[in-house]
C-alpha cells in the first residue's frame, strides 16, 4: 500500500491570541479606590501601573492628599514656620508643598539624596521599631494590666490588621489584647459591645465573665452602642464589616470649580456565632472587610487602632486552641 505523505505548510496569518482585558475597568471608580486604600505603597503602584483603570481612578488630588496623611506622616514635619496660623489656608499650603516637593521627587526617581525628607522618614521608622517593642513587653491600652498574661499570647497569630477608616491626624491610639487568659476562661459568659461615634464603629468592649477589655472610644453612651450577648459555650465565629464612603463636595473659590473629598469609616457590621446566629448593627451597604479565622483556628484576641473618635484598622488573633464548635 502506497503511503501519503501530506506536508502542512504554517498559515501565514496566524490569529493573533485574544489578549485579556483590563479586569479593573468596569467596576465603579469608588471600588477601585477603596480596594487602592488598602493596598501598601509598593503594591498600589504595581497596581497602578498594571490598570490602566485604577490608574486613572486614582489621580485625584483627594486621593493623594488622603495617602500622604496615612503612609508619611512624618511629611508634615518637612513644613517649618514660625507663624501660628500659617496652616489657616490648606489648600494655599498644600499647593505650596507640591511646589517644594517637585525637585525632590525628580530626585528620589533618579536615586540621589533627598535632604530633609530621608531624615524624617528614619526618625519616623525608628519611633515606629521602639513602639512595636515596647508594645511586645506592655500592653497599649491603659485598662489592661500587665500581671495578666494570656496563655494564648505566644502561639497566637494575627494575619492582618486591615485599614478601615481615615484619619487627619497623624498621631492615634492603639491596644493589643487578648480576650482569655487561660483555656476555662472561654467557657464563661461573654458578650461583645460596640460603639459607635457620628456613624461610624467608635469603639469594641468585650465583657468575659466579670473582666471587661475596652478598644478604641468606649466612652459614648449605652444608648449609642449595640451588643451580643452569649452563653457560655457561644462565641464569635467571625465578623463582615461595612465600610461606607461619605463624599463631600465643596467650592473651591480660587478655580471656581467643584472638588469632592472621600470619607471611609466602618459603618455597619454582622456579627456569625458559633450557634448560627446573626446579628446585624449599623448600615448594611458598603464595601465589607472579612474578619474571619483560618479553619480550625477560633478568635483568641484583638488589636485596633483608634483616631479622632473612631476604630481606624482593626484585626483579630487566631488560635488553633480557640473556640470552633458550639
Not at 469603639?203 to 449595640?226: K, M, Q, W, Y
Request: hydrophobic share 35%; proline share 5%; glycine share 6%.
Amino acid at each position: 500500500m502506497r503511503r501519503i505523505i501530506v506536508f502542512k505548510t504554517p498559515n501565514p496569518n496566524p490569529k493573533p491570541q485574544k489578549q485579556q482585558g483590563d479586569l479593573f475597568q468596569n467596576l465603579p471608580e469608588e471600588l477601585m479606590m477603596a480596594i487602592a486604600d488598602f493596598l501598601p505603597e509598593k503594591e498600589l503602584v504595581s497596581l497602578m501601573l498594571a490598570s490602566r483603570a485604577t490608574y486613572g481612578a486614582t489621580r485625584s488630588q483627594s486621593f493623594w492628599k488622603r495617602r500622604l496623611r496615612l503612609d508619611a506622616p512624618w511629611y508634615w514635619e518637612a513644613i517649618s514656620t514660625s507663624s501660628p496660623d500659617a496652616f489657616a489656608n490648606y489648600e494655599q499650603e498644600y499647593q505650596k508643598i507640591m511646589m517644594q516637593a517637585r525637585r525632590p521627587v525628580e530626585l528620589a526617581k533618579r536615586n540621589q539624596h533627598v535632604s530633609g525628607l530621608a531624615n524624617r522618614r528614619r526618625v519616623w521608622q525608628a519611633s515606629q521599631e521602639a513602639l512595636k517593642m515596647y508594645a511586645e513587653l506592655c500592653p497599649l491600652d491603659p485598662n489592661a494590666t500587665t500581671e495578666s498574661i494570656s496563655e494564648f499570647r505566644e502561639e497566637a497569630c494575627s494575619h492582618y490588621f486591615a485599614r478601615v477608616a481615615d484619619q487627619k491626624e497623624s498621631g492615634h491610639g492603639a491596644s493589643v489584647q487578648f480576650f482569655f487568659q487561660t483555656a476555662a476562661d472561654m467557657h464563661m459568659e461573654k458578650s461583645v459591645r460596640f460603639f459607635w461615634t457620628n456613624k461610624a464603629l467608635g469603639g469594641i468592649s468585650v465583657r468575659v465573665g466579670d473582666s471587661v477589655l475596652s478598644f478604641g472610644n468606649c466612652s459614648t453612651p449605652e444608648e449609642a452602642s449595640n451588643v451580643v450577648e452569649l452563653s457560655a459555650d457561644d462565641w464569635l465565629e467571625k465578623i463582615i464589616l461595612n465600610i461606607s464612603i461619605d463624599s463631600h463636595s465643596w467650592q473651591d473659590p480660587r478655580y471656581n470649580t467643584t472638588k469632592i473629598t472621600h470619607d471611609h469609616f466602618v459603618s455597619g457590621l454582622t456579627c456569625y456565632t458559633l450557634s448560627g446566629k446573626e446579628y446585624h448593627f449599623g448600615e448594611s451597604s458598603g464595601c465589607k472587610r472579612l474578619l474571619e479565622p483560618r479553619p480550625g483556628h477560633g478568635i483568641v484576641g484583638m488589636r485596633t487602632d483608634w483616631a479622632e473618635g473612631r476604630i481606624t484598622r482593626i484585626g483579630i488573633f487566631e488560635h488553633a486552641a480557640g473556640l470552633t464548635t458550639f
